[in-house]
Each structure stands twice: as C-alpha cells, then as structure tokens.
C-alpha cells in the first residue's frame, strides 16, 4: 500500500487592502489567560511592544494604499504608555478599534480616551474580552477577580459615552448560547449599560488552547473544494493584514506562526497566501471572525 502525498494547501488571492491591524502590545499581557491562542502572559516577550514611530511608515504606506480600518490588539495594548498618542495619530485616518482585558482602564485613562475620541474626526470602538457572564465561569479561565475589575473597565467606558463591544470566546457548551448571552445582557444593564453590544467568537484551537483542551484535527484544513463557490471575502486574510514588530502578517490570529511572516514591506505583503494553517479552518467556517461585525460569528452579535 503506498502513501497517498496530502493536496496542497489553496492559494488565497488577496484584495483591496481595507484593515490594518496592529500588534501594538505585542505578546506581553497583564494575564494569562488559559485559552489565549498566540499564549500572551506577563512573560512572553516574543513579539515586543510597538512605538509610535514604528508604525508611522507602516500608517503613511497604509493612506496610500487606501486603508479604511485599524485595529490595535496585543497582548494587551494598554500597557503601552503612549497608546493614546497612537490612537490619535491613526485617528487622523480611519475608524480605530482596541481590543483588551479592559483592567487597566482606569478612570484617568477612559478620560483621556473620551478626549481623544471627541477631538478626532473617525470613530473609536473599544472591544472588552470576558469568558463568562459570570465571575464562577470567566475567572477560572482569565483569572481570579478579572470579572469584576474587566466590568468596572466596562462601567468607566460606557460612563463616558463608550458602547464596548464584549467580545466571548465559547468556552461553554452550543447548546447554552442563547443562555449564556442573555446572561451577559443582564449583568451589563445591571451596570447601566443599557444598549450592550456582545460578540461571541469561536475556539482557536492553537496556542495555550491547544495545550489546554486540544489541537486542530488532521481533517481541520481547508481544501480547494471548499473554496469552490465560497466568498473569499469572507476571509481574514483577504483584505486585511497583521503588523507586528517583526514586520507584516497575513493575519492577527496567525501573528505566531513563522508561516504568517510576510516580509517587511505592506504593499509587497498583498500576495497570495497558501491556506496551510489549520485556523484557516476556523475562519471558512464562521467567516471573519476578528471584525466588529456580526457577520463575523456564526451565532450573531446581540444588541
């Protein structure tokens, strides 16, 4: 019986560059939490923080590419001191979303943001990350007390004009979806937050996932056959890249993987990218799960 040599990976073609994201914080975190996919903690210093003058060429290349949206993620981005300054300066050109733990959003630092939010001609979004509606089911993953101190972040925010998106990763079972998402709608307007906006995303089944629970399986790949009538669109990596410290990305759930790695160059980035990975799989199925859109989710965003 002779082995049967695995069909190559599809090449995805890319289109209009529309997102940039940046990882701002990169994989330094005040947590560390049990699920994360790129394993983020106090001590994993393997992508570094990024100034302000290190993304500049990256913002000018951006305008002339005619970049619509910037995202900042991490690690987290607000252990970077001047991540205001970011925020203002991109400001200048597009819509900017921040993703965090929402911890260290103090009463000085959601000021500032409102400031910098007020004086700016885009919008600014601000995406919370909780795992649970509950401290009992989200601490255990994030860690003791990160419920409490993420919702008094979230309070800060929404005191000042703020509509955080929450955004959950399912670590609980389907079939409790609608359960748990009424759960997070109760305990935000329990807090005055009165028009909630919630994003459930799907396991990422790498990194500390991985190792917590289990890895992608053999069958988890994307296949030419799959993308037969499928809206490349739909993709992450079709609009959008990562950059990092060590350059550009072909997307931020990749931002770990040496096959990310695109070069240095953002414009010479826009190539087609073999779908290998098997998180590639994760987004076929739910679309592009890292936007703010509901169509990122197979179960919606609820409002």
């Known amino acids: 019986m002779t082995d049967v040599a695995p069909m190559p990976a599809p090449l995805l073609a890319p289109g209009d560059l529309d997102v940039l994201w940046f990882q701002v914080g990169g994989t330094l975190c005040n947590l560390k939490c049990e699920h994360c996919f790129i394993s983020c903690s106090p001590t994993n210093d393997h992508l570094g923080r990024m100034s302000l003058a290190e993304m500049e060429p990256y913002l000018q290349q951006a305008a002339r590419l005619g970049v619509r949206e910037y995202y900042l993620t991490g690690g987290e ?100 979806d609608q359960e748990v998402l009424a759960g997070f709608v109760a305990e935000l307007k329990r807090r005055n937050y009165d028009r909630p906006r919630i994003k459930i995303l799907p ?3 790498i990194g500390a996932e991985a190792e917590r629970n289990e890895g992608y399986s053999d069958a988890e790949r994307i296949t030419q056959d799959m993308l037969d009538h499928y809206d490349p669109a739909l993709l992450q990596c079709h609009s959008s890249r990562m950059i990092s410290d060590r350059g550009v990305h072909i997307c931020p759930i990749l931002v770990d993987d040496p096959r990310s790695e695109m070069g240095d160059d953002l414009e010479a980035s826009l190539r087609p990218f073999p779908l290998e990975p098997n998180a590639c799989y994760t987004c076929w199925l739910y679309g592009n799960i890292c936007s703010n859109t509901s169509s990122a989710v197979g179960f919606g965003e609820a409002t």
Do not use: H
Request: charged content about 30%; overall charge neutral.
């Open 203 to 205: 396991r990422l089944k």
């Open 77 to 176: 981005p607000f252990i970077v001191k001047e991540l205001e300054d970011i925020i203002a300066r991109i400001l200048e050109q597009g819509p900017v979303s921040v993703l965090t733990n929402g911890i260290l959003i103090t009463e000085e630092r959601a000021q500032r943001l409102a400031a910098v939010r007020d004086a700016a001609r885009y919008s600014l979004e601000l995406r919370v990350s909780l795992d649970g509606c509950t401290a009992e089911e989200n601490d255990p993953i994030r860690g003791r007390g990160t419920f409490e101190k993420a919702l008094r972040g979230v309070e800060r925010l929404v005191e000042r004009g703020f509509l955080p998106i929450i955004t959950a990763a399912q670590m609980w079972e389907p079939e409790r």
